[in-house]
């Protein structure tokens, strides 16, 4: 079936059935491949991207489901620019496989948008997805740092 | 320094000093002919010159370097990038020689030559049993290998000595266009000076006819007090891209008219599949091709997604002479009656292989003669473990006009080419490897069992390449595991009240043989010993302080495909020997950590270690306690690839929650060459360690692997990740490896806390209150 949406700010057009997952639509079809598959059941993040500006993982979630919405990936991200996060990931030097980085992104951009300056406990709530290389001691500090490019006026 | 010559290249001969210090110890043998290889391998290393981009106008130095005339060094890394920071790491080598501008030099990876092959794993140990496999010590020095965490000590000599050549190189071009002696030469940042005269110039200007020149004989490499940039930690090469989507991994090749192919293996971790059924008759529409392997069955078609579809619609039924039923209960079973010297009906497992791995006086003899009450005794398991990289097993190969290619995260080039090219019947030379970043490998990327399932894909597809990727639930249930592994430990009290004995006895199988195995079964042999199974355990550095010492291993063979895990052997040992240890500790009644100094004061470069986590983590000063539970420090030491780490674990236990306060560790990897990175790795492997402490489990139920998926097979996250804090102790010694060392301490000093906490003693993990 045809499902029309927006991804990174152009409309895009995607000729799947309609219960393929947008991760496979997106990975498959849109050849944009910064979005990961990590599990294939919600669990890891990996495939993370913005729904109408809401984190959503979409290894699960059917194109159907997105019809009309604005998709954007961590490419989406990238084409504007470093954004506050990109810019204190690589500050803090978090990556390390780097594989599961661009979910992270696409969590914590998500986290920030909607709430400038959250609590130590409302970030770890919020940020579920999995690090096999455990960057996680760089990652609490890049939070922190992007929570402060941001004030300083970062996008 | 001799200035370099216009001789004839085969002219060539260099001298220096190579001794065996600095790739490692470990087998004699290897060591012995460590020195003469090494000078081979520099020599062979300028004869061999690494593949120019003309469009570039780049010039080739030697097997390790590229200068272009805008001044980018292109380092050749023949290691694999799996998150260690080592393209960073090996560029820095190159980089610092050179005084090269760090923000114009581009690490890539190396191509398949002998040349680059990994030594110093060689002389470590790990590759010793490829040395059967392939019957030449010349072909196991071309393997092109990462892990042991030997890729730094290995690049350390070659590639330095490849920069300063180059750099002698350069400056011997400069000097004759300026005329002016090369010594007065000075290099900042890729610009070559002269300060008597003012003249600069970026030396990519001389590249060229630098690049021309004969190698000098002599090279001296600077000393670590002319270091600029090792030492400091300058920015990762890949974290831009890995921050912005723009990193390449394996499973993001895109290839046109590209198939995809979903696998999926028998239910059984090991048999062969005997037959395939399709519940509605036929494949479903969309499968362009079957696959049938030996164990595992695949579809192509023009979408993973579609192909994962269809494969939900396969019965596939395995067995055959290589299924063997066994279940985890019935192993610890058979573990137990191993341990306890009954060799009789231990079926499905063969007789074990018992040796002993090491022995100081008469320590069986003093155990019996000590009274029960002066002996201290206690038996700790640990359970099969999945590697679970983030990015699942993919591959990506195609065969065109008899030349094959294939696309594939791996640990293990050389290996990825002998696999493919055996499976498309083509000699090695019309294989080619490309490596794109790994998405995780903590050992799983060596066993590539998925690029003999690219290659059978491959073809089929007329030339068309085809991408291979496994589901996470194909990943959890068919790994090549972290084995089981039971241990029983006893130690005798002397006259004096200190410890007159111990003894370690091991039981488990020996992953150098499994993975073997995998590779070639008929190759698989029992000698030499696999010491990665009494690796920590053998060479425990308590063993100085004791008249008696045994470390036995009873090896048994397993029916399940098992290979190397994140620090191998000491991921297990170091948990037995400093749980042990705390043991004792509480049974003579000592602080942990001083009985420990005690032990070790004839080893006083453990000894630093411990006191510099100690000290960093206030050993002294109690815990903030916590409502409703209970708070606890542990401490724990071990030495593993070279580097002592020392870690000291805080715990809040709550009811049967097991909370991670804090992880303070200090490490002595010899000298940290790029701190923040050995800080970073260190975390990192601690991690991936409390993870296994906590969380990781493999069980088996009618050789069936029970764990599906990171629901069942979990990660510790950033909520249940401690605070960190990592001291470097720069001894001076010889360098050790970094990638996995922060791992082996972590889970006994995790239950020693536990135990300082609760008084209650985990014995197994993964930790359960």
């Known amino acids: 079936m045809a499902i029309s949406l927006t991804v990174n700010g152009s409309p895009l057009t995607l000729n799947v059935p309609g219960e393929k997952p947008l991760l496979w639509a997106l990975r498959e079809d849109a050849n944009l491949v910064g979005t990961k598959f990590g599990c294939g059941i919600a669990m890891c993040g990996a495939c993370t991207v913005h729904v109408n500006g809401e984190a959503t993982r979409t290894c699960v979630l059917p194109c159907s489901a997105v019809a009309g919405k604005e998709v954007t990936t961590i490419e989406g991200i990238t084409a504007k620019g470093l954004n506050a996060v990109q810019q204190a990931w690589i500050e803090m030097q978090v990556p390390q496989c780097g594989y599961c980085q661009s979910g992270f992104i696409m969590a914590v951009t998500a986290l920030l948008d909607k709430n400038a300056n959250p609590s130590d406990a409302e970030v770890e709530a919020a940020i579920t997805n999995l690090c096999r290389c455990g960057t996680y001691p760089a990652m609490r500090k890049a939070i922190r740092r992007a929570i402060e490019l941001m004030k300083g006026g970062a996008k | ?769």
């Open chain 2, 1 to 769: 320094m001799n200035a370099p010559s216009k001789k004839p290249k085969s002219s060539f001969r260099r001298k220096f000093l190579i001794g065996t210090a600095w790739v490692g110890g470990g087998l004699a043998v290897a060591a012995s002919v460590g020195g003469a290889l090494a000078w081979r391998r520099v020599s062979n290393a300028q004869k061999f010159m690494l593949p120019v981009d003309h469009a570039k106008g780049e010039s080739s130095f030697n097997a390790w370097l590229k200068i272009a005339p805008d001044s980018t060094v292109t380092v050749a890394v023949p290691r694999q990038d799996m998150g260690q920071g080592i393209y960073t790491m090996l560029a820095m080598l190159v980089a610092e020689e050179l005084d090269a501008d760090w923000t114009k030099v581009k690490p890539e990876q190396a191509p398949l030559n002998p040349v680059y092959g990994n030594m110093t794993a060689l002389v470590d140990g790990a590759p010793p049993a490829m040395k059967s496999m392939v019957g030449m010590v010349s072909k196991v020095l071309g393997l092109q290998a990462t892990g042991g965490s030997t890729s730094t000590r290995d690049g350390w000599m070659p590639m330095r000595v490849a920069a300063a050549s180059a750099r002698a190189m350069l400056l011997a071009v400069a000097a004759q266009k300026w005329s002016v002696p090369a010594s007065e030469l000075t290099i900042e940042k890729s610009i070559v000076m002269h300060k008597k005269t003012g003249k600069r110039a970026p030396f990519g200007e001389f590249a060229k006819e630098a690049a021309a020149l004969t190698p000098p004989a002599n090279v001296s490499l600077k000393s670590q007090s002319e270091w600029k940039l090792l030492g400091t930690s300058p920015p990762r090469t890949d974290v831009v891209e890995k921050s912005t989507g723009n990193a390449q991994f394996g499973i993001d090749v895109r290839l046109d008219g590209m198939l995809y192919a979903a696998v999926k293996h028998i239910d059984l971790v090991q048999g062969e599949l005997q037959a395939v059924r399709w519940k509605s008759g036929a494949a479903p529409k969309g499968v362009l091709h079957e696959v049938r392997g030996s164990d595992w069955f695949a579809v192509i078609g023009a979408s993973y997604w579609s192909m994962q579809q269809a494969l939900k619609d396969v019965e596939l039924v395995g067995g055959g002479a290589t299924a063997v039923m066994l279940s985890s209960s019935r192993l610890a079973e058979v573990y137990e009656r191993v341990l306890d010297g009954q060799d009789g009906d231990l079926s499905p497992i063969a007789k074990p292989l018992r040796r002993t791995f090491a022995e100081k006086g008469n320590t069986l003899r003093m155990i019996a003669g000590t009274d029960v009450a002066k002996r201290v005794e206690a038996k700790y398991s640990v359970p099969f473990l999945a590697h679970a990289t983030m990015e699942p097993m993919n591959c990506t190969a195609r065969i065109r006009d008899g030349k094959v290619d294939v696309w594939v995260g791996n640990q293990a080039p050389t290996i990825v080419q002998w696999l493919a090219a055996s499976a498309a019947n083509v000699s090695g030379d019309n294989v080619t490897v490309h490596t794109p970043y790994l998405g995780g490998g903590f050992g799983r990327r060596s066993d590539m069992e998925v690029v003999r399932q690219a290659l059978a894909c491959a073809k089929v597809t007329g030339g068309k390449p085809v991408q291979v990727i496994w589901s996470r639930e194909e990943d959890v249930k068919h790994d090549a595991y972290r084995p089981a592994v039971t241990c029983k430990m006893s130690a005798a009290f002397d006259e004096k009240g200190g410890v007159g004995a111990w003894y370690h006895a091991i039981v488990g199988p020996s992953v150098t043989k499994a993975f073997i195995k995998r590779l070639n079964p008929m190759l698989a042999g029992d000698d030499p010993p696999d010491k990665t199974n009494c690796e920590g355990a053998a060479e425990a550095p308590y063993r100085s302080a004791f008249a008696n010492f045994q470390v036995d291993h009873a090896q048994v063979d397993l029916p399940i495909p098992m290979g190397y895990w994140r620090s191998v052997g000491h991921s297990f040992n170091a948990f037995f020997v400093e749980s042990f240890v705390d043991e004792i500790a509480n049974a003579l009644n000592k602080d942990p950590y001083l009985f420990r100094l005690e032990l070790l004061k004839d080893e006083p470069r453990f000894a630093k270690v411990l006191n510099a986590a100690a000290s960093a983590a206030k050993w002294n000063t109690p815990l903030s306690p916590i409502a409703g539970g209970k708070v606890g420090r542990g401490i724990a030491v071990a030495e593993s690839f070279k580097s002592i780490v020392a870690q000291v674990v805080d715990v809040e236990v709550i009811g049967k929650q097991i909370k991670l306060r804090r992880v303070v560790s200090a490490v002595d990897c010899g000298f940290a060459l790029d701190p923040e990175n050995v800080k970073a790795q260190i975390s990192s492997a601690a991690i991936f360690g409390l993870t296994a402490a906590l969380k990781g489990k493999i069980t088996l139920k009618e050789s069936q692997v029970e764990q599906n998926n990171f629901n069942d097979y979990g990660l510790l996250s950033l909520a249940e990740a401690p605070e960190f804090e990592t001291v470097i102790v720069n001894s001076g010694d010889a360098l050790g490896g970094i990638g996995e060392v922060g791992l082996p301490p972590v889970a006994p000093a995790l239950a020693n806390a536990i135990f300082a906490a609760t008084r209650k003693r985990l014995r197994e993990m993964p930790f359960v209150m």
